[in-house]
């Protein structure tokens, strides 16, 4: 009987640290005292109130915005300015202007003054005013390749999603199941230690009538009184797995549980590696996370080469400044033509091409980025080779666990049978007073540990599924 608590004990040590911890956002359910769950919800609750997972939506909704906006490198640049200016001391210049009456205009010569010219002071303007605008346009294939790659990041940000989601999912899946085996584990020594007691019982009716002697009656109360211990160790190590289940789901910690699904009898099914290599080897999850790192490195060695082919430039501007004093005269209607009053100083129209020779040189900076991410390229490819080297190990792996699971499920329910037919009958034979109490507890250990050893090939069928369809992206069931 110690054997079969130490098998107990080691078992739920097992379970007990390959349960999840995570301390987690308390979710909308987290008020409820006692909340009936299914194993789906319990998937759902957990993709909530992740909150590794919320951090990496936010990124993928930076990304997003960065995606939709990534054209905005081909707006075009434009500025428009005002300035009204005033010096703090007026400055005045000399001219020489014609002094005198005009006498006579002569045609395509001008005005005739009777008088001589001469040079005299002339006040500059108190306030000057000037308007100016400014648009250029730039265009180039890096601008292009630029905007793609934002997408290509974008895309990496949903995938690293679904990566972050399918694997909580599946360590949900299996958390929720391997509670429930605990659970199972514990009704089994439950219904051990209920056995030892009739035992026992049995034992002080048949020592009273002088039927069997002390040591047989103590024997069965030393089995019975150690047995109680190990039915605390394993609640409580239950207590704390479903503790560590609830903190995974963002549920409180006073949040009773009750488990909708129980532990049933999968359907088993036989797989053919080969045939999911061939299918599914491409639909994994890390494998087109590499392909998608292919894909930016390969965009990066675009945007380089982009940086050396020309820049088409287009740029108009206009700053016309007022010619006179703008705190004092007119500034639209008081001439003839408006351009007596605004005189244009450096607008211009332009068109003009561009291309970096520098760049072209050997062991340039952008040569050596070329060369730089062609190595990176080629390291990413042999990465991929190990990366579906490992993949197919691993499918092959847990292939042969399915099959080694099946395999053992039909020879442990036979054995169960046995056992379970071998304890019945020793129980009656130890009723009867012909078979000894070290004989009917060698009974029980066994038919516990064939009932405990399909429960637990059972739990690893299930478990063995699940990580093969996280393998391969898809599902099996």
């Given at each position: 009987?110690?054997k ?5 004990g ?5 379970f007990?640290?390959?349960?999840n911890?995570?301390a ?8 409820d005292k006692?909340?009936k769950?299914?194993?789906?919800e319990a ?8 909150l ?13 915005w ?5 054209w905005?490198?081909l ?7 005002f300035s ?19 006498s006579?205009t002569?045609p395509d010569v001008?005005?005739?003054?009777d008088?001589v010219?001469?040079t005299d ?6 306030w ?8 250029t ?9 630029s905007i793609?790659n934002?997408?290509?990041d974008y ?7 679904e ?10 899946r ?11 584990n514990?009704e089994?020594l ?11 019982n ?20 030393v089995a019975y009184?150690?047995?109680k ?7 409580n ?8 289940f ?7 910690s006073d949040?009773?549980?009750d488990f ?26 890390d494998?087109?996370?590499l392909?998608?790192?292919?894909n930016?490195?390969?965009n ?5 080469i982009?940086?050396?082919t020309?820049t088409?430039?287009?740029r108009?501007?206009?700053d016309?400044?007022f010619?006179?004093d ?18 244009q100083?450096?607008g211009?129209l332009m068109f003009s091409f ?15 980025d070329?060369?730089?991410n062609?190595?990176q390229?080629k390291?990413t490819?042999i ?6 080297n490992g ?7 847990l292939?042969?666990?399915l099959?080694k699971?099946?395999?053992s499920?039909n020879?442990?329910?036979m054995?169960?049978?046995?056992a379970e037919?071998?304890y ?7 009723k009867a007073?012909s078979k000894?109490?070290?004989e009917v ?11 405990n ?7 690893n069928?299930?478990t ?7 393998a391969l ?5």
């Amino acid at each position: 009987m110690n054997k079969f608590i130490l098998t107990i004990g080691f078992l739920f040590s097992i379970f007990l640290f390959t349960t999840n911890a995570g301390a987690l956002e308390t979710s909308d359910l987290s008020g409820d005292k006692a909340l009936k769950l299914t194993v789906d919800e319990a998937v759902d609750l957990a993709l909530k109130n992740n909150l590794g997972l919320e951090s990496e939506r936010l990124k993928l909704e930076q990304k997003k915005w960065a995606m939709y906006t990534s054209w905005n490198p081909l707006i075009p640049s434009t500025k428009l300015s005002f300035s009204l200016a005033r010096l703090n001391e007026r400055k005045s210049i000399s001219a020489t202007v014609p002094f005198g009456n005009p006498s006579l205009t002569i045609p395509d010569v001008g005005t005739v003054y009777d008088s001589v010219l001469k040079t005299d002071a002339i006040d500059m303007p108190e306030w000057g005013a000037s308007l100016s605008f400014d648009t250029t346009f730039v265009l180039n294939a890096y601008i292009v390749f630029s905007i793609y790659n934002s997408v290509l990041d974008y895309n990496s940000g949903k995938l690293n999603i679904e990566i972050a989601e399918k694997k909580i999912e599946r360590d949900v899946r299996k958390n929720y199941y391997n509670l429930l085996l605990i659970r199972q584990n514990t009704e089994l020594l439950k219904e051990s230690v209920k056995a030892a007691e009739n035992r026992y019982n049995q034992a002080v009716a048949n020592y009273k009538n002088g039927l069997v002697p002390e040591y047989t009656m103590l024997a069965a109360q030393v089995a019975y009184e150690n047995m109680k211990p190990a039915v605390l160790e394993i609640e409580n190590g239950y207590f704390l797995a479903a503790l560590s289940f609830k903190q995974t789901l963002g549920l409180n910690s006073d949040v009773e549980l009750d488990f909708v699904n129980g532990m049933d009898t999968p359907v088993v099914r036989e797989f053919n590696c080969d045939e999911l290599i061939t299918k599914y080897i491409d639909n994994r999850l890390d494998v087109q996370s590499l392909y998608r790192s292919m894909n930016i490195l390969k965009n990066v060695r675009n945007i380089t080469i982009a940086s050396m082919t020309p820049t088409f430039i287009f740029r108009a501007s206009v700053d016309p400044t007022f010619q006179k004093d703008a705190g004092k005269d007119a500034w639209f209607g008081d001439s003839t033509y408006m351009s007596d009053n605004w005189k244009q100083n450096s607008g211009m129209l332009m068109f003009s091409f561009s291309l970096p020779l520098d760049y072209y040189f050997p062991f340039s900076s952008k040569q050596m980025d070329l060369v730089n991410n062609n190595y990176q390229l080629k390291q990413t490819e042999i990465a991929m080779r190990q990366l579906k080297n490992g993949a197919e190990l691993e499918i092959k792996s847990l292939v042969l666990k399915l099959q080694k699971s099946i395999n053992s499920l039909n020879t442990l329910r036979m054995t169960y049978d046995l056992a379970e037919k071998a304890y019945n009958l020793a129980e009656i034979a130890y009723k009867a007073g012909s078979k000894e109490l070290l004989e009917v507890q060698n009974s029980e250990l066994e038919y516990k540990k064939a009932k405990n050893n399909i429960l637990q090939e059972e739990y690893n069928y299930t478990t063995a599924l699940l990580d093969l369809e996280y393998a391969l992206n898809t599902k099996l069931r």
